[in-house]
């Protein structure tokens, strides 16, 4: 077997945000909500994982840290060669350049007084890199993400959502990151617009050999375009795999709740009974509460990661010797095919 060339490693990353309110701290409650208990994900060279799971579970908070944007409290992120272990270490300017976060909400995320063209070389500016001229670079930019050089005199008002997305992407690429973090990417598109962007997305990481971390809701967007699927449940990476395997024979009971049901429907609407607080999880397994199969021991022991294939993992007392289930045979087919539609006109 050769060797993997691994770009990120998170190992056991805490991050804990200050919750309490001044009553609470009054009656001696914990003052932090840890989203991230002891999480680890990795992701290969040029390989895009996809990360799911419900509102809250801590997905957008994962992003953030690996980009040093949240409050790390205990293990480390490694990306390339460096390795930091708090929000404050001095690699972090050096580890941004070559990390890019496209944000959940396009339109928001680009500034409503600057030209298209202006906003996609920016990053270009702030971290002095920018050779040869500005608009040149804006152009040949644009032109990556497949829009025309008129755009670059545009505003964001003047552009629709698909265009938005595909101006932030190609402000994502401007300083030709090694590590894309995308946070819910097809957000609030038409099913057309969201497949010409997935087939974007798809077409850009095979030609820079970009990684990306693909954060979304939508389990037909994670089939479609990445190579691994990790699924978290309150701040914890529940199963991991490559997509085929997860997706043909999910092995967590969670992972099974969420296939079950239509993949085009969002995680969110998939699962019955409460959300556990991030304050008071449950004793044991913590998906036991809401879990089809839970037994005395889930509440009794946190279940062991076991390994279901050579690169196929799922944290559950069960997991291994629940039958089959098979559940979606057929790769999801996408909603366009590569280069159809125009996006000028999406
Ligand atoms: N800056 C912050 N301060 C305090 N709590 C926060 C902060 N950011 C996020 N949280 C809390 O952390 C938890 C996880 O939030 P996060 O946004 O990471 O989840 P998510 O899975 O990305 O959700 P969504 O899919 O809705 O974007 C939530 O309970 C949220 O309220």
Redesign the pocket.
């Known amino acids: 077997m050769t060797k993997k060339d691994n770009l990120l490693e998170i190992n056991d990353l805490e991050v804990r945000?200050?919750?309490a309110t001044l009553f609470e701290r009054i009656r001696g409650a914990d003052r932090f909500?840890t989203?991230l208990p002891n999480t680890s994900l990795t992701i290969e060279r040029g390989k895009t994982v996809g990360l799911i799971?419900?509102?809250?579970?801590?997905?957008?908070?994962?992003g953030r840290a690996v980009m040093g944007l949240a409050p790390i409290s205990a293990g480390q992120v490694r990306l390339d060669r460096d390795t930091v272990t708090s929000q404050t270490d001095k690699l972090w300017p050096g580890m941004r350049r070559k990390t890019a976060f496209m944000f959940?909400d396009a339109v928001a995320s680009l500034d409503p007084r600057m030209r298209l063209g202006q906003s996609v070389t920016e990053p270009l500016v702030v971290h002095h890199m920018l050779k040869g001229d500005r608009r040149e670079k804006a152009i040949e930019l644009l032109g990556l993400v497949g829009l025309s050089p008129d755009f670059a005199d545009r505003y964001p008002h003047e552009i629709s959502g698909g265009q938005a997305r595909r101006v932030t992407v190609a402000r994502a690429l401007a300083l030709e990151p090694e590590l894309v973090v995308a946070d819910?990417p097809t957000a609030g598109l038409d099913l057309s617009v969201q497949g010409e962007l997935l087939n974007l997305l798809n077409d850009l990481q095979r030609r820079l050999n970009v990684s990306f971390l693909l954060?979304t809701?939508n389990l037909a967007v994670a089939r479609h375009v990445t190579d691994r699927i990790a699924i978290?449940y309150l701040g914890r990476i529940v199963e991991e795999g490559p997509s085929e395997q997860v997706f043909h024979d999910p092995a967590h009971p969670y992972t099974r709740a969420l296939l079950a049901a239509k993949e085009t429907v969002d995680v969110d609407q998939l699962i019955s009974g409460e959300v556990p607080s991030?304050k008071q999880r449950p004793a044991g397994c913590e998906f036991r509460t809401r879990c089809p199969i839970a037994r005395a021991i889930c509440a009794d022991k946190p279940p062991p990661a076991r390994r279901i294939g050579r690169e196929h993992l799922a944290t559950c007392h069960f997991a291994g010797s629940l039958p089959q289930t098979g559940v979606h045979q057929t790769r999801h087919q996408p909603t366009s095919k590569p280069n159809e539609g125009n996006p000028e006109h999406e």
């Open positions: 945000y200050p919750s909500v989203v799971g419900e509102s809250g579970s801590g997905k957008t908070t994962l959940q819910e954060i809701h978290m991030l």
